[in-house]
């Protein structure tokens, strides 16, 4: 959120370009639609300027750059150009019906680029940067001039071009790192000294635009700004040509947590920054590293028990702002094998479960043993856990140990060692499949007539490491009794499921005939 003291000089104006140097990485194609609801989103968002497109690309970027522009609320609504005639005029075409359109218009200017790709001289770069500000300005009043290669430019020559186009009406000006070559500290000096030899420099907001090939788009985008620049041109999670832009999220979030450093302010609803990022990796299809800052799926989740009971006490032991400043609705704690009791304790809480210590330190055990076969651990793991825990009190009959040869040279073999009324017996047994073979092993060490009614697998959770729930039920005397359990092994959770149903049985006997035992 803003300071409480906002002057016009400390406001930052947040252009975003996840629209045009976002969709134009490759692999980011987005449809008409998928373009409109982003771009509503970032005017919501409370984006300053939103770079819609290339119009002159294509018919496609044209129809969704004029739509965006038809039906924009508060955002400007900037097209990107060349410096030809029939690129600026197709652009500003674009954006006439925007509330406040932009011709954004640019011009490579370092030697490397004005030789090689261009094919100009410094002094045709002027003549063609001139006209082309004028004609754009002849269309409409706000126009943004871009130095491609801005960084890699001769300070001499960007600062007399500059002073040009100014003069040739660019509202903005904008000194694009295009290769991501700057560092900070040269990077804030650069633009600096732009704004300090330009004579007519007060005439024009000046705008940075970092690429990320080193990783420090948004530490150059910050150092830009501490170097005179009001505007910031960036993306939703930092998407945008090879290693992407600078992320709008991580801008808007480091002024915002750091206003001893960055004394700045700017419109961004940073409640909505989470659904933006959600969003634009939805409409582009390019996931979200875990780990990315502010909108990454670990950005607020602790794992190690060190970290999980510093949070408990205190969030702000480990968390430098609020997951609700950026629309989470809340810190998670992981639960994995680094995670401690003052945690496991805590997620029992908040599922329900009220468990006396013993049972809870049993619970705590064996998640921690199923951490170390899974990576993560979610709520339905502890319930199926926890399901077992309770029943697992009153069981008379126990698995201790189970081994199962199983593969394409059958006959299949289990090999299982129960604990029945706290005596332990071992038997083995073959089988039509390894799941015969082990319901084999437990009718040979419990005879029953229980009839196998219902057998049924499923995995709890997503991916290869997901603990399978199987689910058992046996009828004997017509009455039946399903048990379920969990385990990554899917023959451990038969066994266990086919045992508590069998547990059930036998307690149920019980009570009918106190005195005959379980087998
Ligand atoms: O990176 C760049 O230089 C650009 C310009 C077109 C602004 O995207
Ligand atoms: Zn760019």
Same mark, same amino acid.
């Given at each position: 959120m803003a300071p409480v003291n906002k002057s016009e000089k400390d406001r930052v104006i947040i252009f975003d370009t996840t629209l045009r140097d976002g969709e134009q990485c490759p692999g980011a194609t987005m449809s008409f639609e998928e373009k409109l609801e982003v771009a509503e989103m970032l005017d919501d968002l409370g984006v300053d300027v939103i770079e819609a497109g290339f119009p002159i690309a294509s018919e496609g970027d044209f129809q969704a750059v004029?739509?965006?522009a038809r039906r924009s609320k508060n955002a400007v609504i900037a097209g990107l150009s060349r410096g030809q005639p029939n690129d600026i005029d197709r652009c500003a075409e674009a954006v006439k019906f925007a509330k406040r359109g932009r011709v954004h218009t640019f011009i490579a200017t370092s030697p490397l680029h004005m030789r090689v790709k261009l094919g100009m001289s410094p002094e045709q770069v002027i003549e063609a940067s001139i006209a082309s500000v004028t004609r754009a300005r002849n269309l409409i009043d706000d126009v943004e001039w871009s130095a491609e290669d801005g960084t890699r430019s001769e300070m001499d020559?960007?600062?007399?071009?500059?002073?040009?186009?100014?003069?040739?009406?660019?509202?903005?000006?904008?000194?694009?790192?295009?290769?991501?070559y700057a560092v900070p500290e040269e990077y804030a000096q650069f633009i600096r000294t732009v704004i300090e030899r330009v004579p007519n420099s007060d005439k024009a907001v000046f705008s940075v635009h970092c690429h990320n090939d080193l990783g420090m788009a948004v530490a150059n985008s910050l150092a830009g700004i501490g170097g005179g620049a009001r505007q910031v041109e960036c993306t939703v999670n930092g998407i945008g040509e090879r290693a992407g832009n600078a992320a709008l999220e991580e801008i808007v979030m480091a002024i915002n947590v750091r206003k001893d450093k960055y004394p700045y302010w700017n419109k961004i609803d940073t409640t909505m920054l989470t659904r933006a990022s959600k969003l634009v990796s939805a409409a582009t299809?390019?996931?979200?590293?875990?780990?990315?800052?502010?909108?990454?799926?670990?950005?607020?989740? #602790?794992?190690?028990?060190? #970290?999980?009971?510093?949070?408990?006490?205190?969030?702000?032991t480990?968390?430098?702002?609020? !997951?609700?400043?950026?629309?989470?609705?809340?810190?998670?704690?992981?639960?994995?094998?680094h995670s401690g009791r003052h945690a496991f304790v805590h997620k029992l809480e908040e599922m329900g479960y009220k468990l006396g210590a013993n049972q809870v330190e049993d619970a705590f055990v064996r998640m921690k043993a199923l951490a170390d076969r899974k990576k993560e651990i979610y709520d339905e793991d502890i319930e199926a856990l926890l399901d077992e825990e309770i029943a697992a009190a009153y069981d008379r009959i126990k698995l201790s140990s189970l081994t199962v040869i199983a593969g394409t040279h059958g006959p299949q073999r289990a090999t299982m060692k129960l604990d029945i009324d706290g005596q332990t017996r071992i038997e083995e047994a073959e089988g039509n499949g390894p799941v015969d073979a082990v319901f084999n092993c437990i009718k040979a060490l419990? !005879? #029953?007539?229980?009839?196998?009614?219902?057998?049924?697998v499923h995995a709890v959770t997503e991916g290869t490491d997901a603990q399978a729930e199987v689910s058992v039920r046996l009828s004997q005397d017509g009455r039946s009794m399903t048990a379920r359990a969990a385990d990554p092994d899917t023959l451990v959770a038969s066994a266990k499921a086919y045992l508590g149903a069998l547990n059930k049985i036998v307690m149920k006997k019980q009570r009918d005939m106190p005195t005959q035992a379980a087998s």
């Open positions: 004029s739509e965006i020559f960007l600062c007399r071009i500059v002073e040009t186009v100014i003069k040739a009406g660019a509202t903005t000006v904008n000194i694009p790192d295009t290769v991501g299809s390019f996931p979200v590293q875990y780990n990315k800052a502010i909108v990454g799926r670990n950005a607020f989740a #602790h794992e190690s028990g060190i #970290h999980q009971d510093g949070m408990l006490k205190d969030a702000s480990y968390e430098i702002m609020r !997951p609700e400043m950026v629309g989470l609705k809340q810190s998670s704690l992981v639960l994995g094998k419990v !005879p #029953h007539q229980a009839k196998l009614e219902l057998y049924q």
